[in-house]
C-alpha cells in the first residue's frame, strides 16, 4: 500500500495525559499536512510541512500541540495535558507539485 | 472571512439517477478546487479537481463545474451507484492549507 499511513487508528487516554500520533506521507511527496475533524464538520487545517521546514500554524495549533518532521519524511503530532475538546479525527495529508492532497485514514482521538 | 459552504447538507437519490452536489465559496483569489468523499471511519478520500482557469472538467462518471462569476462550484455523479454513498466536501486553496466545507451527506437508495 502505497498511501499515507497513519498510527495508531484509535486512541483513547485519560484528560491530562500527553499522546502522540504518527504519520507516514506517500513517499515521493514533500508537503505534509495535518487536520482536524470532528463529527458532521470538514477538516480543519492545523499545520504543515514543506519538507522538514514547518511553514504555517493555524491559530488552532494551541501551545499544547507540536508537531515535527525531523527528517522530511514521517510526522509527528504530539498534544500535551489533553482535553476533552481534544477528542477528534485527526487527519495527515501528503502532497507534491504534481500531486493534490491525499489523506490517511486519521487517528481518532477519545479523551476520558 | 474565507469560507466555503455547501447549499444542501443531505441529498438522496435513486440507483442509476444523476446527482449533484453544489458547493459555493467566498475566497476569489483561490486557484484550486477539489472534491472528496469521505466514508465512515476513513479519511477523505480524492475525487477530482479543476484549476480556476478551467470551467469543466470530466473524470470516470464524474463532472466538476466551476463557474467563477458567482464563486460556484458543483459535482455531477452519472449513473450514481450504491457505493457512491458518502459525505462528499469540496475544498479550496490558493496554496498550501485546504479550506473545506460542512460536507453533503449522499445516500443512494437501491
Known amino acids: 500500500d502505497t498511501g499515507v499511513s497513519q498510527n495508531p487508528r484509535h486512541k483513547i487516554t485519560k484528560r491530562g495525559q500527553n499522546v502522540t500520533f504518527r504519520c507516514d506521507p506517500i513517499?515521493?511527496?514533500?508537503?505534509l499536512y495535518w487536520y482536524r475533524q470532528t463529527l458532521g464538520q470538514g477538516p480543519e487545517f492545523l499545520t504543515y510541512?514543506?519538507?522538514?521546514?514547518?511553514?504555517?500554524k493555524s491559530r488552532l495549533l494551541s501551545d499544547r500541540f507540536s508537531a515535527e518532521r525531523p527528517k522530511g519524511s514521517f510526522s509527528t503530532l504530539e498534544i500535551q495535558r489533553t482535553e476533552q475538546g481534544d477528542s477528534a479525527m485527526y487527519l495527515c495529508?501528503?502532497?507534491?507539485?504534481?500531486?493534490?492532497?491525499?489523506f490517511g485514514d486519521g487517528t481518532r482521538l477519545s479523551i476520558l | 472571512g474565507e469560507s466555503v459552504g455547501l447549499h444542501l447538507p443531505t441529498l438522496s437519490v435513486q440507483e442509476g439517477d444523476n446527482s449533484i452536489i453544489n458547493c459555493a465559496y467566498s475566497?476569489?483569489?483561490?486557484?484550486?478546487f477539489i472534491w472528496y468523499k469521505q466514508e465512515s471511519g476513513k479519511g477523505p478520500q480524492f475525487i477530482i479537481d479543476?484549476?480556476?482557469?478551467?470551467d469543466k472538467r470530466q473524470g470516470q462518471r464524474v463532472t466538476v463545474l466551476l463557474n467563477k462569476t458567482v464563486k460556484h462550484l458543483s459535482l455531477q455523479i452519472a449513473a450514481t451507484q450504491p457505493g457512491d454513498s458518502a459525505v462528499y466536501f469540496c475544498?479550496?486553496?490558493?496554496?498550501?492549507?485546504?479550506?473545506f466545507g460542512q460536507g453533503t451527506e449522499l445516500s443512494v437508495k437501491p
Open positions: 479543476i484549476r480556476s482557469n478551467m
Open positions: 475566497n476569489s483569489a483561490s486557484d484550486y
Open positions: 510541512f514543506q519538507n522538514e521546514a514547518q511553514l504555517e
Open positions: 513517499s515521493e511527496h514533500n508537503r
Open positions: 475544498a479550496e486553496t490558493g496554496g498550501g492549507k485546504l479550506i
Open positions: 495529508a501528503s502532497s507534491s507539485d504534481r500531486a493534490p492532497q491525499h
